[in-house]
Nanobody, 124 residues
Framework: QVQLVESGGGLVQAGGSLRLSCASSDRTFSSYAMGWFRQAPGKEREFVARLSRNGGNTYYADSVKGRFTISRDNAKNTVYLQMNSLKPEDTAVYYC?????????????????WGQGTQVTVSS
């Protein structure tokens, strides 16, 4: 069982920045591709960004491309989501997730482990 713990959420004004972190104590962390998802009130969960095991391959939702950056530090068992130029529509609970499959996927149902989520609120 891989445990994931998100942190770094909060309240920020539109145009501001936040960096989310997702830490794992599992020594097999580097064997998982990682993803960030979000869920706004009354909406379905949606894919935000994905990162390969070694960090060499990334993929973003169109809605965040150019504003968000996903990265990882396998020595620290941590994945990050740097969020810049935040908009009110970015308001959501953000979740990190780990997937063991080598198939690159944005489908949350394919991910094996999830964190508890961290709230991001962007005021206008």
């Amino acid at each position: 069982q891989v445990q994931l713990v998100e942190s770094g959420g909060g309240l920020v004004q539109a145009g501001g920045s936040l960096r989310l972190s997702c830490a794992s104590s599992d020594r097999t962390f580097s064997s998982y591709a990682m993803g960030w998802f979000r869920q706004a009130p009354g909406k379905e969960r949606e894919f935000v960004a994905r990162l390969s095991r070694n960090g060499g391959n990334t993929y973003y939702a169109d809605s965040v491309k150019g504003r968000f950056t996903i990265s990882r530090d396998n020595a620290k068992n941590t994945v990050y989501l740097q969020m810049n130029s935040l908009k009110p529509e970015d308001t959501a609970v953000y979740y990190c997730a780990a997937v063991s499959s080598i198939v690159r996927t944005t489908d949350g149902s394919k991910y094996d482990y999830w964190g508890q989520g961290t709230q991001v609120t962007v005021s206008s």
